[in-house]
């Protein structure tokens, strides 16, 4: 599936939910489910500090795809970036860097990307997007 | 009881739902809410009165300084300071202690000399002092706190050395609720000729405060948090200290003539107001400190000091909950952690609960990481919160720890 189909298929998920304590839920539970990032890879290189709760994201490259690895010390967190990496891991990296993560306001998480918000999840979309960008340079070279 | 149930209705937020019911607002800490007298002043002022003061000589301008300045003589009885030109108009705490801060460093501070803070201060009453030492290669020093969150006031007299030229200390902790006894900090200060900074930021609007009785040197606050409007704020000042203070801003206002040659400055108050102030904001001020005048501030106090009680009573019945300071005198406020659930974990489905807390590190960093710690959940009550509302909070609370359990 490319980005935009993995997309509609969150939002479709989403649907269902009319209550926001329901989709905080299952936020939490694939918060919960994510498998945890290596220890090896939780180093102060791959941290995204936010305000309040810390984010980890390593990035490998394979068959010119980017595959992302991530955690959080907060579980909500963790479940948002989950569905991150559901979106863009396993894509080329021209994919990812042209494609916007519209499913987050879709599904009505936007609150959760305001600058202000403390979780860095609006930087984490930034070093993916940066992955992508230097995995595609150095494959110029 | 009954009278301060009723005063909730004053406050046109709290009828508002967010997602389900009305809103339980329980970060008054960082902010507090505004009355419909307080709302209405300001639209009645630039309605009818809207002009800058201390300049024209029209009935508008007049009018408009008048209530200016009658602010600052509510706020000399409120405070029962000396002098109503002790009372400064600021932006806020923060401005009110960067003001202090830069004119007593210009003055009285000199390379090695040693600035007296303590550990539980909030960002804003460390930072201006730090920037004050790296510029005079001046020392901070810092008062330690016990395990359960009390100030080691003893300490003090390990720390005064003939270096230290000044103390600045919060009235109330703003993460942990203590009320610091600063009246004793003062006696040992003054015992030894050290001015003492009071950050009344967190005790104006829940404490009777007067500054001749505490005799401190400097006492500052922000209006916000006094149910008045952003962008206020007050600096009160012994004359003396404020009389023999550098100018801080230049500017409009703060001068009595200006050549290229040579600028003569005003006098007290108006030498601290440089440029067109927050005028509008100010006279509103006065309305929010009539506000607690009229409704009987001591009862205001008393029933806030039964709704913090009742809510530690209620938070430590909860067995997954650990409340992080425990204070011998405590304020509005209590932090606290959840077993195993991170707090912006807890604060997001708080949230969704229409319950406001603050969570993280409350600008506070040195503090919440003497608790070996990297942030709490943050209640901060005022007084047009329930009891009821207290009882919601720790039926949400056990459900969080269902949601995460």
Redesign the interface.
């Known amino acids: 599936m490319n980005i935009n189909e993995i997309q509609n298929q969150i939002i479709e998920e989403f649907s269902t939910f009319n209550d926001w304590l329901d989709k905080y839920n299952y936020i939490i539970e694939l918060g919960k489910n994510m498998p945890p990032l290596s220890e090896e890879y939780k180093t102060d290189n791959n941290i995204i500090e936010g305000c309040q709760s810390k984010v980890w994201l390593h990035a490998e490259y394979k068959d010119n795809k980017v595959f992302y690895y991530a955690d959080s010390d907060a579980i909500i967190t963790k479940g948002l970036i989950s569905l991150l990496i559901r979106v863009y891991s396993g894509q080329t990296p021209d994919d990812i860097i042209n494609t916007q993560p519209w499913f987050i306001e879709k599904i009505g998480l936007h609150e959760n990307l305001s600058p202000t918000r403390s979780n860095g999840l609006l930087a984490m979309i930034k070093k993916i997007k940066l992955y992508a960008l230097a995995f595609k340079e150095k494959n110029k070279q | 009881m009954d009278e301060i149930l009723k005063l909730r209705n004053d406050f046109p937020i709290l009828k508002q739902t967010i ?1 389900k019911r009305n809103i339980v607002y329980f970060d008054n800490a960082a902010t507090t809410q505004k009355p419909y007298s307080v709302i209405n002043v300001m639209k009645e002022y630039y309605e009818k009165y809207n002009s800058n003061i201390h300049r024209g000589v029209h009935f508008l301008s007049d009018k408009m300084t008048e209530a200016y300045e009658n602010t600052r003589i509510i706020i000399k009885k409120f405070i029962n300071a000396k002098h109503s030109h002790e009372v400064i108009f600021t932006s806020g705490t923060t401005e009110s202690i960067n003001l202090v801060a830069y004119c007593f460093a210009e003055k009285y501070i000199k390379e090695n000399d040693e600035i007296i803070l303590t550990i539980m201060e909030h960002h804003s009453n460390i930072v201006p002092w730090q920037l004050v030492a790296q510029r005079k290669n001046a020392k901070i020093k810092v008062i330690p706190i016990d395990y359960s969150g009390n100030l080691l006031i003893n300490e003090l007299n390990n720390l005064i050395t003939e270096k230290t030229k000044i103390i600045a200390l919060t009235h109330i902790s703003n993460v942990i609720g203590t009320i610091n006894d600063i009246k004793k900090v003062i006696e040992i200060a003054h015992s030894n000729n050290i001015p003492v900074l009071i950050d009344g930021a967190q005790s104006i609007q829940h404490t009777k405060i007067d500054v001749q009785e505490l005799d401190c040197d400097f006492f500052v606050f922000s209006g916000h948090k006094i149910y008045g409007p952003t962008g206020t704020g007050v600096l009160y000042g012994k004359e003396k200290w404020l009389d023999d203070f550098p100018p801080y801003k230049g500017g409009g206002d703060m001068i009595k003539s200006v050549t290229f040659e040579n600028t003569i400055f005003n006098s007290l108050p108006l030498k601290f107001e440089a440029g067109t102030t927050n005028f509008n904001g100010i006279v509103a001020l006065g309305t929010a400190i009539n506000y607690l005048n009229k409704n009987n501030f001591n009862n205001i106090i008393n029933y806030e000091e039964k709704l913090t009680n009742y809510l530690l009573m209620k938070i430590m019945e909860l067995d997954f909950v650990k409340i992080i300071g425990l204070p011998e005198k405590r304020s509005s406020i209590v932090s606290f952690t959840l077993n195993n ?5 807890a ?3 708080l949230d ?2 229409d319950i406001a807390v603050r ?3 409350h600008c506070a960093q040195p503090l919440i990481k003497s608790f070996g710690i990297d ?1 709490t959940i943050r209640v901060s009550l005022a007084f047009y919160n329930t009891f009821e509302e207290i009882d919601y909070l720790c039926e949400c609370l056990k459900k969080v720890k269902e ?2 359990n």
């Open positions: 997602y659930i991170h707090h912006y974990d604060g997001m489905l969704k609960m969570t993280g590190h942030g949601y995460f």
